[in-house]
């Protein structure tokens, strides 16, 4: 059995990845398996979704709560990016209920923003939350993402 990830950052890192695949995973069946790349980007949306209800909801308010971080600022600029990440799901759902490949410049701007994105949280976020909290803290926020819900995402253990 493989231990569980033990910061914020190696977690909700692992995440990214897992999503990042699923989101290369859906481009190249869009285009030569419609039913298949449809099923794979309900799941997708799904796991996006609660994957950022996890950072706006839990990670971002401790991140908040830290040392200088009065306006926020970091986090504005993620949630206006959560913003986005969702309208280019909604542009892809609307030309896949269309039963249409979903639009190539719709998903390669939404690997291109989600990897930016995940930059920015891996090298800022997600360190100061782990210098910010213990290990308790750790199982608190991951318990708390295990109960997070909607969407079928899986926090990673490795």
Same mark, same amino acid.
């Given at each position: 059995?493989?231990?569980?990830? @033990? ?17 290369? @995973?859906?481009? #190249? ?5 419609? !039913?298949?790349?449809? #099923? ?5 949306? #799904?796991?996006?979704? @609660?994957?950022? @209800? ?13 040392? =200088? ?23 892809? &759902?609307?030309?896949? !209920?269309? &039963?249409?490949? *979903?639009?190539?410049? %719709?998903?390669?701007?939404?690997? %291109?923003?989600?990897? &930016?994105?995940? &930059?920015?949280?891996?090298?800022? !976020? ?12 750790? *199982? ?10 909607? =969407? ?7």
């Amino acid at each position: 059995m493989k231990a569980p990830l @033990r910061s914020v950052t190696e977690r909700h890192s692992h995440d990214h990845i897992r999503l990042s695949g699923l989101l290369l @995973r859906f481009e #190249s069946l869009n285009e030569t398996d419609l !039913v298949a790349a449809n #099923s794979l980007f309900n799941e997708i949306r #799904s796991d996006l979704e @609660r994957h950022i @209800r996890w950072e706006e909801e839990i990670l971002f308010p401790i991140f908040e709560k830290g040392p =200088g971080m009065r306006d926020g600022e970091p986090t504005v600029v993620m949630r206006q990016e959560h913003r986005q990440i969702k309208d280019f799901l909604d542009h892809i &759902q609307a030309a896949l !209920v269309q &039963q249409w490949p *979903a639009p190539i410049a %719709d998903i390669l701007a939404l690997q %291109d923003l989600f990897l &930016q994105h995940n &930059q920015k949280e891996e090298h800022l !976020v997600f360190p100061v939350l782990d210098s910010l909290s213990d290990q308790t803290e750790h *199982a608190n926020v991951f318990v708390a993402t295990e109960s997070c819900p909607d =969407g079928a995402s899986r926090p990673a253990h490795v």
